[in-house]
């Protein structure tokens, strides 16, 4: 069975002070690990999507990687609308459904 | 990215009553759809999924008469909430995905609330 763990639950940061988020998974076959942000009432956001070990995607001031069994999301210099809960999900080759982690809800100070 | 687009974004209904939900792919063919519940704080939980022309796979514990969804065409999916109670409250997701991609697109999110 698949699954994925993220951690921290939630992160605190002060506006620039990077920081990074973990999902670990165990799935049989990997087909995508996906990263989604999802703002409080909305549904979630595409970010990235990664394919195999030792692949990374950039987008403004994040940064995904991913290896065997994790991956994190890499926030630099975050800003205050960097605040909302990340989630990571992952899709076995076999199959067509996510499964999602418990999400890390980042909150960013000015 | 694509844009799926759900509709209502928020519903009040009475018990017993029964509710509709549409989610449209809007710039492409969406060959499967899937349908989550979401409970605050807590991560997506997928209810369904379902493919064009089919009928749908619900997850173990998910009521299919209560759950009704159908996925007519390539760019439409309805989940209908039959004879709803204040328990079936709840942030409802659907997500699309076409046949070449491996990632899907969510919509907004419906909130429903049963009085």
């Known amino acids: 069975e698949d699954q994925v763990t993220q951690s921290p639950e939630a992160l605190r940061l002060q506006e620039g002070e990077s920081s990074s988020l973990n999902c670990s998974y165990t799935?049989?076959?990997?087909?995508?690990l996906f990263w989604y942000r999802q703002d409080p009432g909305k549904g979630p956001e595409f970010l990235f999507t990664?394919?195999?070990a030792g692949e990374e995607k950039e987008k403004e001031r994040l940064k995904a990687t991913l290896t065997k069994k994790e991956s994190f999301l890499h926030i630099t210099a975050p800003k205050p609308e960097d605040s909302a809960t990340y989630l990571c999900?992952?899709?076995?080759?076999?199959?067509?459904?996510?499964?999602f982690g418990e999400g890390t809800q980042l909150t960013v100070n000015p | 990215g694509a844009v799926v687009s759900q509709h209502p974004s928020w519903v009040i209904c009475k018990s017993g009553t029964s509710v509709k939900i549409e989610c449209r792919s809007l710039?492409?063919?969406?060959?499967?759809m899937f349908w989550y519940r979401q409970f605050p704080k807590q991560s997506l939980m997928l209810m369904a999924t379902?493919?064009?022309?089919?009928?749908?796979?619900?997850e173990q514990g998910v009521e299919k008469d209560k759950f009704l969804i159908n996925h007519a065409s390539l760019t439409l999916s309805t989940l209908t909430v039959t004879s709803a109670h204040p328990e079936d409250s709840s942030f409802y997701i659907c997500?699309?995905?076409?046949?070449?991609?491996?990632?899907?697109?969510f919509g907004q999110g419906t909130r429903l609330t049963v009085v």
């Open positions: 997500s699309a995905r076409n046949s070449f991609n491996t990632e899907a697109f």
């Open positions: 799935v049989s076959g990997l087909r995508g």
């Open positions: 990664l394919y195999s």
């Open positions: 999900a992952v899709r076995e080759t076999s199959g067509s459904r996510l499964t």
């Open positions: 710039d492409f063919q969406a060959t499967t």
């Open positions: 379902s493919n064009e022309g089919s009928k749908a796979t619900y």
